[in-house]
């Protein structure tokens, strides 16, 4: 099998992982893998079956019932599949967001999702980002990211996002949202939220977008050559 490359970029809520993960994808016609839409998949399926995302027993009973898939539409767009259905728009609510952060804190749910990640990766040259990409699921990446802002400016992007989808979550809403996710992100005991000792920082708080764009180009081309 050929070698394939992977920038791994972590992170938390709100960062612009997302954005900043497609556009580099874009530019090196690479695949773009967000691995939250796999947590929250599943965090969905849980829900739909009446399971509490704290119930680790419940979890834990039905991990293997729900059969995940990544499909590239024509565009390149990432679409989530749970048992034969499209779910990509029904997992993008606040209320998901916050069962995917408690779903994937136990540990049967990492490790029933952990191979998934891998086998992307083994495959295909890729841009993935979660949040224990550079530490758990690709330690070997050749690039690792950890992107991060203050959480005021992070709320104000993921705010800015509801609003353009006519949403009417109120802003202290969800900063309130964004500091319980960090919470639970980065104090669970399997795979918490944090940064690899070879990741190079980047803080976001007073950069936009391309700016960001340009430093993560500036790095992967240092790190690989390419
Ligand atoms: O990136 P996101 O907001 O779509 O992720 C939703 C939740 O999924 C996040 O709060 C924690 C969890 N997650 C994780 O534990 N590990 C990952 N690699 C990606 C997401």
Redesign the pocket.
Known sequence: MEKTYAVAI?GP??AG??TLARLLAQELGWYYV???????TV?YFLDLLGISPKDADGVARYIDEVNVEIRYDDQGAQHMWMNGMDVTEE?RTPDI??K??L???HPAV?QALLEL?RDLAKRHNVVM?????GTV?LPQAAVKLFLTASPEVRAQRRYAELQAKGKKDAYEQVLEDLRR?DR??TT?SV?P?RQAPDAVLLDTTELDIPQTLAAMRAIVREKTGL
Not at 34 to 40: E, K
Not at 129 to 133: E, K, N, Q
Request: net charge positive; glycine share 8%.
């Open positions: 972590d809520a709100g992982k997302s967000d691995t939250g839409a796999i947590y929250r965090a997992i967001s916050q995917a952060s779903v994937s804190a990492r990640q980002d979660g949040r224990d990409i699921v996710r639970q992100d669970r795979a939220l």
